[in-house]
């Protein structure tokens, strides 16, 4: 469904009023999401995974410098296919729950959604009415965002998603601030996408809940994929682990041995975070 | 209930607004130098006698301290009596309602205009920064906030009716026909300059507001969403922005009603136009103390209401400051 092939991404930053130098958020990095499967992209915060999720949709700033090749369904993804696929092929669930317009009703957000998926007015209202109840919103549908609670805020945002039967749908820190049963509601319809044939990519930095419903895990680390494994090879020690770093993140969880490597100590912040 | 409540408490602090600017207003009128008595009496004031001055002053009270004479005149006040104007020879009620008739579809029509341009040229501007819309629009709004209003006007007389000759140059009607007899469309003609030339100052700021908070919006989390949605820039503007870049707009279009008031003093000078701005004029350099003091506390009243109007469309417009109020 979805290949990077050595994705590499450069923003500018001034040190210097004049002076314009480039840094690496992204370098060289490839994946492959098959339809019908869970890829978490794990690392750490700034490891450029918002970046990388922005970088598919199109949504980077103008600035940005990018290099390598984006293909989709076969074909190459380029920014005027970004503009035409968004909203209806590629879909986002933001990080931030401001991405909500605080201004409007969670009914009015998700049809606009739709809207903008393609569909008309009255058939947009339907399927609006239709997700909130698949994700029991519908009590909620003249609710304002400051009015919700923050997993139903998320599950508005992947309602949003929904609207359009995208195929590949990119959920960025999707658990972030959710107490353990909405955390597993949320992760439970991101599952459920997954089944019905799409392609899901789980931006997080929470190994742990990750594994619950990855069927890959690819470990992201300053803009490098380091490694990318089955779920299954995360038991253990490890040892199915190719990399140091992924393998070091598995025993650093709080069920395994809680443990932070001697010869890495910056490495532990992921499962800190 | 609560509605009720919030009203009847903004209600009396507008009282107590109108009781301080009384109370201001009057005490600055007992500092001028102007002297009523010289005042009443205008040119006729070299064929009185002093023994006769002072025996105005004594019948008006004038010797009694300041307090008992605010008093006074806060009685009359409360009555409905705003007293006489000597310069237009008629009850001050009278003056301020036939002139404020004439300068309410001049402040309305100008007021409405510079909104609507203003949330237009904003929203137009601010939903693409940078880009060569917004630099002429932003440039043309710079221009015309740091215009002088007086300026402005005479350029507009200049050009458009003296020499292009396509507005009257001056008044509400044309001279030598009574004023029952102007036709709607001869005083729509009359009013066509001073609204243009109005509502070009307003447009400016309220531009720039809107411009400002449309440009803010574009890089919020928000509109990122939107777009990725596949929305596109001008669906992102009207669905999202308008009603975020409107909030700013309409409060500073009512807060600004002062504003507009002394725009338009200057632009119905420059204009001729009888409306209440050259009353005020003309009551300031001819001492005509009541009708000074009466157009004071209305034209505090006037934004006054308008602060209020404003602060009441706030809420509407922003369902999280509604929401506030009731959990108080």
Redesign the interface.
């Known amino acids: 469904m979805l290949t990077i092939d050595r994705l590499t991404l450069q923003l500018p930053y001034y040190p210097r009023w004049w002076r314009r130098e480039w840094t690496t958020c992204i370098e060289s990095l490839s994946l492959h999401l098959p339809p019908g499967e869970v890829h978490a992209v794990v690392g750490a915060s700034g490891a450029g995974k918002s970046l990388l999720a922005y970088a598919i ?1 199109g ?1 980077l700033p103008q600035a940005a410098r990018v290099a390598g090749e984006l293909r989709f369904q076969g074909e190459d993804l380029t920014p005027a296919r970004q ?1 035409q ?4 092929q590629l ?2 669930i ?1 990080q ?1 729950l ?7 009703r969670s009914q009015h957000q998700v049809r ?2 739709a809207q ?2 393609g569909f008309g007015r009255s058939a947009a209202h339907q399927r609006a009415d239709e997700l909130l109840s698949r994700y029991q919103l519908s009590h909620a549908s003249t609710h ?1 965002p ?2 919700l609670s923050g997993g139903m805020a998320r599950r508005v ?1 992947i309602a ?1 998603a929904q609207v359009s039967n995208a195929r590949l749908v990119i959920a960025d820190e999707p658990s972030v601030g959710l107490d353990p049963n909405q955390r597993d509601r949320v992760l439970a319809a991101l599952k459920a996408i997954a089944l019905e044939g799409k392609a899901v990519m789980l931006i997080t930095h929470d190994l742990r809940h990750a594994l619950t419903i990855a069927d890959r895990v690819s470990v992201i680390r300053q803009g490098q994929a380091l490694e990318t494994a089955p779920a299954q090879a995360f038991q253990g020690q490890g040892e199915q682990l190719m990399s140091c770093y992924a393998r070091d993140l598995w025993q650093a969880l709080p069920d395994n041995a809680f443990s932070t490597h001697p010869f890495h100590p910056t490495h532990q912040e992921p499962a800190l975070a | 209930m609560r509605l009720t409540a919030w009203l009847a408490s903004r209600l009396l602090r507008l009282l107590l607004v109108l009781l301080s600017v009384a109370a201001v207003s009057f005490g600055l009128m007992m500092l001028s130098p102007i002297d009523p008595v010289d005042a009443y009496l205008g040119p006729q004031m070299a064929q009185v006698s002093p023994e006769q001055r002072t025996l105005i002053a004594e019948r008006w009270g004038f010797n009694a301290p300041a307090s008992v004479q605010f008093h006074h005149w806060l009685q009359q006040l409360l009555s409905g009596e705003l007293g006489w104007s000597h310069i237009y020879n008629q009850p001050v009620s009278d003056v301020i309602n036939q002139r404020f008739q004439r300068s309410f579809f001049l402040l309305l029509s100008a007021w409405l205009l510079s909104l609507i341009l203003g949330v237009v040229l904003g929203i137009a501007a601010g939903s693409k920064e940078g880009s060569l819309l917004d630099r002429l629009i932003s440039g043309y709004a710079y221009i015309t906030a740091s215009t002088p209003t007086f300026w402005l006007a005479m350029l507009a007389l200049l050009l458009f009716s003296v020499t292009l000759g396509w507005t009257p140059t001056c008044c509400a009607g044309p001279t030598g026909v009574l004023s029952q007899e102007v036709t709607l469309l001869t005083q729509l003609h009359h009013l066509l300059l001073p609204t243009l030339t109005l509502a070009l100052l307003g447009v400016a700021t309220i531009t720039l507001h809107t411009r400002a908070k449309m440009a803010a919006f574009m890089r ?3 509109a ?8 596109s820039r001008f ?1 992102i503007a009207w ?2 922005g308008l ?2 870049a409107s909030l700013p707009a309409v409060t500073l279009a009512f807060a600004s009603l002062g504003e507009l008031f002394g725009g338009s003093l200057l632009v119905e000078q420059v204009f001729a136009y009888p409306g209440l701005g050259q009353a005020t004029v003309a009551a300031g350099l001819r001492s005509d103390v009541p009708l000074l003091l009466a157009i004071a506390l209305f034209t505090a009243l006037f934004v006054s209401v308008g602060n209020l109007i404003a602060d009441g469309l706030y809420q509407w ?4 400051i509604a ?1 506030d109020r009731t959990n108080e």
Not at chain 1, 85 to 88: A, F, Q
Not at chain 1, 98 to 104: C, F, I, V
Not at chain 2, 317 to 320: L, N
Request: aromatic share 6%.
């Open positions: 949709m949504l503009r696929l968004r909203g209806h879909a986002l933001p931030s401001n991405a909500l317009d605080p201004l409007a606009w959604a903008r998926a304002y400051h009015e945002l949003m | 919020s989390d928000t990122l969403h939107a777009f990725a949605q596949g929305a669906d669905r999202h009603r975020h417009a922003d369902p999280r929401r």
